[in-house]
């Protein structure tokens, strides 16, 4: 993890699976790998001194594509780790990469990207440039494989 | 929609968004489309005369890849329409395509690929063959654009 | 359920079981019973020609107490009803009761009572009264068992 | 907290509010305080050595009532300490008590009863004794205010 003076690229999350994150199949449902996901991407964001929903900076960050694939299932109580890298900083958008493992076990594999945007006074949205505050804080991780 | 005797494509749900799927910025969270193309897929189990969760059957679709394109965010009340539709039927596995609308709008595109699997009686998985009473209720949508 | 142009009381709303509702005893984790009682309210204000989140009205409803019991389980699938009634209009707050019935088995009763609140430009919230549109949509049901 | 080798009677989880945790009122839903207690309640059990979901033990612990009265609302980010306590253990059920704090704030209390159920083959619960090496971890705390 890079030190707090200089740009973020990644964070790995500690986590425990829940009972209520556990389908009747005794999996976790799928649709949690992308809150787990979202909440590395937080945590880095905290890291970093930044919050994802500052209400002063006046943009918001919607997600314009996600992706998971799942290798192997996680059961309740596990505990694993959501390592979430920056594999894209642009004008108005990031991409991030996620890997979950359960100690060296890969779990599943995801990536999502985000835009920022401004929100209008009726809710409607418009994508702008990142403002500098947090563009200056993260960069890519380099070039590899997943 | 296909007549019950023959083999199931496409499904069209009609579905409401619910309080508890808003986000603090106003929108669906990006995770619930997930749930939201699940839910269409068992409805066209469902109306192909199928359970997803026949225990008796002995086998289980758990997902091994799943994705969202957003488009335009759904807010609070909004009505919409989730179309699925089977887009490959193989020996071990089917694929699934998904379209969110609003009216005429487009507002997410999903796409699921899941595997049919035997669970032993220690938990683990194991890929098997789709029962011909499965397989022979679905066939894929002819080719064409997503 | 009362006409439109005349005070509401209550609402039934026909709900089936989600597959990631329900948790890995089989059952609907006893979390989202809150959510459907939610759900159903939702639907009563919106017959009564009403929306909770209207965000011109200036006021929202936090919940400041909640329980439900529960009689026997809800599995995936299941088709139920989930019955709403107003039990008290005051001033500042509303209190609701809800029935859960799958046919003619009682599944779980539950409460709920929402203040009306103005939300602050800081975020606080201060307890206001009902404005009349919204106080004048309801009635309780006459005084009885649940 | 009480030492490993006797009995144990209340557990204070650390916590933090997650995105997805918070509704469009920007204050957490309701309906995740349930879920926040239960995770204390795991952790309670994972404490004294247990599992909720020891499948050998061919037991489980669906809920029969549950209510949370909520004096502050919750925040995106917020940190806050989920205590749970053990009001009752008797034959067949337990009781629980949680409070939920931010620093010196008082957030929310809630109670929770479960009973200890056999699952038959064909999905049906019956109520049988807890089990002594379950009984035996737990003790109630002293009668107290809440």
Redesign the interface.
């Known amino acids: 993890m890079s030190p707090k003076s200089s740009r973020w690229s990644e964070y790995t999350l500690r986590r425990r699976v829940?009972?209520?994150e556990?389908?009747?199949?005794?999996?976790v449902?799928?649709?949690?790998y992308?809150?787990y996901m979202?909440?590395a991407e937080?945590a880095l964001w905290?890291a970093a001194g930044l919050?994802?929903?500052r209400r002063e900076a006046g943009v918001?960050f919607?997600?314009?594509?996600?992706?998971?694939?799942?290798h192997r299932?996680l059961?309740?109580?596990d505990e694993f780790d959501v390592r979430i890298q920056v594999t894209a900083v642009r004008e108005r958008s990031m991409r991030y990469r996620c890997t979950l493992m359960r100690g060296e076990e890969k779990i599943a594999t995801g990536t999502v990207a985000v835009v920022c945007v401004e929100?209008e006074a009726d809710?409607s949205?418009m994508a702008v440039a990142l403002p500098p505050t947090i563009a200056g804080r993260f960069t890519a991780v380099p070039e590899a494989g997943g």
């Open positions: 829940l009972f209520y556990v389908d009747s199949a005794g999996i449902h799928f649709s949690n992308f809150r979202e909440e937080h905290r919050s994802i929903v918001g919607p997600r314009v594509a996600a992706a998971f694939e799942y299932p059961r309740f109580d929100v809710g949205m």
